[in-house]
């Protein structure tokens, strides 16, 4: 394993003792809104401050660039080596003890994500990914489901806080769910998208994320023979923030029906 990654695994492990410690007294945790419905608590920063000290203490030199303390001050176009990082992804449902998040960590290198994890505490399920060498659930290779049709495909979906977004996501949900064997929403981008790396589901979009919420998960979807791409099938979904992940003929399937909301 890449011995940036194992940093990166140390990081999140750290990460999780803070958020599993927490989740046995969700009343104690002090929660604040960023915007409507998006919300952020302690615990996100805190668990943000312990990967974050875990990166720098191995790599001072590297660039930070995180959901809560955003960029790191040496940051620019010409860092070679930046950490991207979500320490909860799926605030909500942590703060509801719904089951169904976890911490995201990826490091981009000269503009390409080069090493990626998702880990679920809940389940102490740990997807790992190194550009060129697959993807992994605790240790074990990992491929994304090859249905050759839409109409055999789980699909996950997802929507962000903002009420405006609703009806576009509802019409969207009524052209994918009418050509697919089911659509499931489960609140969290980088886990969902692990979970289309790990053949759990056969694909996964969302409109309006952030590239905390897709650097990790992107990566482990294609080195798990998937394909990544805006809903127009293009490849700049880290910056504009629309997503489809999927097997490859799911994936070519998906991205006419999605394609007139981009």
Same mark, same amino acid.
């Given at each position: 394993?890449? &011995?940036?990654?194992?940093?990166?695994?140390?990081?999140?492990?750290?990460?999780?003792?803070?958020?599993?410690?927490?989740? =046995?007294?969700?009343?104690?945790?002090?929660?604040?809104?960023?915007?409507?419905?998006? $919300?952020?608590?302690?615990?996100?920063?805190?668990?943000?401050? %312990?990967?974050?000290?875990?990166?720098?203490? /191995?790599?001072?030199?590297?660039?930070?660039? !995180?959901?809560? +303390?955003? /960029?790191?001050?040496?940051?620019?176009?010409? +860092?070679?080596?930046?950490?991207?990082?979500?320490?909860?992804?799926?605030?909500?449902?942590?703060?509801?003890?719904?089951?169904?998040?976890?911490?995201?960590? %990826?490091?981009?290198?000269?503009?390409?994500?080069?090493?990626?994890?998702?880990?679920?505490?809940? *389940?102490?399920?740990? $997807?790992?990914?190194?550009?060129? !060498?697959?993807?992994?659930?605790? @240790?074990? *290779?990992?491929?994304?489901? +090859?249905?050759? *049709?839409?109409?055999?495909?789980?699909?996950? !979906?997802?929507?962000? &806080? @903002?009420?405006?977004?609703?009806?576009?996501?509802?019409?969207?949900?009524?052209?994918? #769910?009418? *050509?697919?064997?089911?659509?499931?929403?489960?609140?969290?981008? #980088?886990?969902?998208?692990?979970?289309?790396?790990?053949?759990?589901?056969?694909? $996964? =979009?969302?409109?309006?994320?952030?590239?905390?919420?897709?650097?990790?998960?992107?990566?482990?979807?294609?080195?798990?023979?998937?394909?990544?791409?805006?809903?127009?099938?293009?490849?700049?979904?880290?910056?504009?923030?629309?997503?489809?992940?999927?097997?490859?003929?799911? =994936?070519? #399937?998906?991205?006419?029906?999605? +394609?007139?909301?981009?």
């Amino acid at each position: 394993m890449h &011995p940036m990654l194992n940093t990166a695994i140390k990081a999140a492990r750290r990460a999780a003792t803070v958020i599993n410690r927490a989740s =046995f007294d969700l009343d104690r945790i002090t929660i604040s809104e960023k915007n409507h419905n998006d $919300f952020v608590t302690d615990i996100d920063q805190a668990a943000e401050a %312990a990967i974050v000290e875990t990166l720098l203490k /191995a790599y001072p030199d590297h660039a930070i660039l !995180a959901e809560e +303390s955003g /960029a790191s001050k040496n940051l620019n176009d010409e +860092s070679e080596n930046v950490w991207i990082i979500d320490p909860i992804d799926g605030t909500t449902n942590f703060l509801h003890g719904y089951p169904n998040y976890c911490i995201s960590i %990826a490091l981009q290198q000269r503009g390409v994500i080069t090493n990626a994890l998702v880990y679920d505490p809940v *389940r102490n399920d740990l $997807f790992t990914a190194t550009k060129g !060498a697959g993807a992994y659930l605790n @240790d074990k *290779r990992i491929r994304v489901r +090859s249905h050759d *049709r839409i109409g055999k495909a789980l699909l996950s !979906a997802g929507h962000g &806080p @903002d009420p405006r977004q609703l009806a576009e996501y509802l019409r969207m949900y009524e052209v994918v #769910a009418s *050509r697919c064997h089911g659509v499931r929403s489960g609140g969290s981008a #980088a886990l969902e998208l692990a979970n289309v790396a790990a053949g759990r589901i056969d694909g $996964f =979009f969302e409109k309006g994320l952030k590239v905390w919420d897709i650097a990790a998960g992107s990566l482990l979807v294609t080195e798990a023979g998937g394909i990544v791409g805006e809903f127009n099938g293009e490849s700049d979904y880290l910056h504009k923030g629309d997503v489809i992940a999927a097997g490859p003929k799911v =994936f070519g #399937a998906m991205v006419p029906l999605l +394609s007139p909301f981009a």
